[in-house]
């Protein structure tokens, strides 16, 4: 299972990290970006297959 920090820190890296929430947002939870908002990840996955390429290179930096 992948972290919840882990989705956060590949979210702020991902060049295709869409947020699913475009309106008004009421909590702190809500504004983070994070795979678990992005539009892209669904049943938690991403189906831009984007992932593990960003949390490889966060890995190397």
């Given at each position: 299972m992948?972290?919840?920090?882990?989705?956060?820190?590949v979210a702020q890296n991902c060049s295709g990290y869409r947020s699913r929430n475009v309106s008004f947002m009421s909590s702190m939870t809500e504004l983070a970006e994070s795979c678990n908002n992005c539009a892209?990840?669904?049943?938690?996955?991403?189906?831009?297959?984007?992932?593990?390429?960003?949390?490889?290179?966060?890995?190397?930096?």
């Open positions: 992948v972290s919840n920090e882990l989705k956060m820190r892209n990840f669904v049943r938690g996955k991403c189906v831009k297959n984007l992932f593990d390429e960003v949390r490889e290179q966060i890995r190397e930096n």
